[in-house]
T-cell receptor
């Protein structure tokens, strides 16, 4: 079966541009997460959806970051007015259930480079 | 607040050696879950194992084994007879049951290099 997919895999943006990153979770997975991974670091939580509801956005670093999952499936992470510090790999993960015990399955990530 | 520490930044071994990756965690919750993930050079995080806080039984899966000790807040991962294909970055992660938070808190990872 298909895993989590993300697009684009690589994105180069000029400082100040807006970008949109897409995540297709595993079909039927209720929960969807976005993480940011800086070079040489572990992933850091950005936001969490249960179906279409965004239940936790405590990790979003600024109001330039916005995520949505309007139909409870595909999700988009949007970054407005990109800055150099936004350069990182953005990982999407999904899990079957809504509890903390469910393992999260990760996509390959989108590597964002802001020049 | 929860925290995961992986003190070993990088480990290099020769094929067939055993290697242990350390993970120490901090949490105030009595119910929590610990995970190990592997991140090969391709970049995709691969789930390896989950343990809950009530189950301290050690687990073995092929060449992999995990030692969970609540007394020392550790959840260490051992690879027996390492192989070149084990070369990757390994992450330990924690999730807590209370507060509605569902995010994983990751350690900074240990890069394992297995030389032929």
């Amino acid at each position: 079966g298909a895993g989590v997919s993300q697009s684009p895999r690589y994105k180069v943006a000029k400082r100040g541009q807006d970008v949109a990153l897409r995540c297709d979770p595993i079909s039927g997975h209720v929960s969807l997460f976005w993480y940011q991974q800086a070079l040489g670091q572990g992933p850091e939580f950005l936001t969490y959806f249960q179906n279409e509801a965004q239940l936790d956005k405590s990790g979003l670093p600024s109001d330039r970051f916005f995520a949505e999952r309007p139909e409870g499936s595909v999700s988009t992470l949007k970054i407005q007015r990109t800055q150099q510090e936004d350069s990182a790999v953005y990982l999407c993960a999904s899990s079957l259930g809504q509890g903390p015990s469910y393992e999260q399955y990760f996509g390959p990530g989108t590597r964002l480079t802001v020049t | 607040a929860q925290k995961v520490t992986q003190a070993q930044t990088e480990i290099s071994v020769v094929e067939k050696e055993d290697v242990t990756l350390d993970c120490v965690y901090e949490t105030r919750d009595t119910t929590y879950y610990l995970f190990w993930y592997k991140q090969p050079p391709s970049g995709e995080l691969v789930f390896l194992i989950r343990r809950n806080s009530f189950d301290e039984q050690n687990e073995i899966s092929g060449r992999y084994s995990w030692n969970f000790q609540k007394s020392t807040s550790s959840f260490n991962f051992t690879i027996t007879a390492s192989q070149v294909v084990d070369s990757a970055v390994y992450f330990c992660a924690l999730s807590e049951a209370s507060g509605g938070r569902r995010a994983l808190t990751f350690g900074s990872g240990t890069r394992l290099q297995v030389q032929p």
